[in-house]
């Protein structure tokens, strides 16, 4: 084997473990994203259990709402508020 390939082949083996190594880190670090006040659009509760957990800072700092059935809404009146 040449030098150049033994390089060439070095450097792909390089890339595939930078790329391995980085879907398994996205996979197993990402616990969901941000949440936005008045705007449950993409929001998975389970992942925000600090939020939704506690339904008396989901209505007063975000806004949300849980009905009796457990689905959670956004307040009628949920307009000007902070972004968190």
Known sequence: MS????????IIA????L???????????H??????ACSLDGVNPAYHP???GNPAVAASE???LQSRDG?????GNC????MH
Do not use: C, D, E, M
């Open 50 to 52: 600090k939020i939704f």
């Open 79 to 82: 307009f000007g508020r902070p």
């Open 14 to 17: 390089v890339f595939g473990v």
């Open 62 to 64: 975000y806004g949300f």
């Open 19 to 29: 790329g391995v190594s980085t879907a398994a880190w996205s996979h197993t670090h």
């Open 71 to 75: 689905t959670w809404h956004v307040q």
């Open 3 to 10: 030098g150049r390939n033994f390089i060439v082949l070095a």
């Open 31 to 36: 616990k969901g994203g941000f949440v936005k």
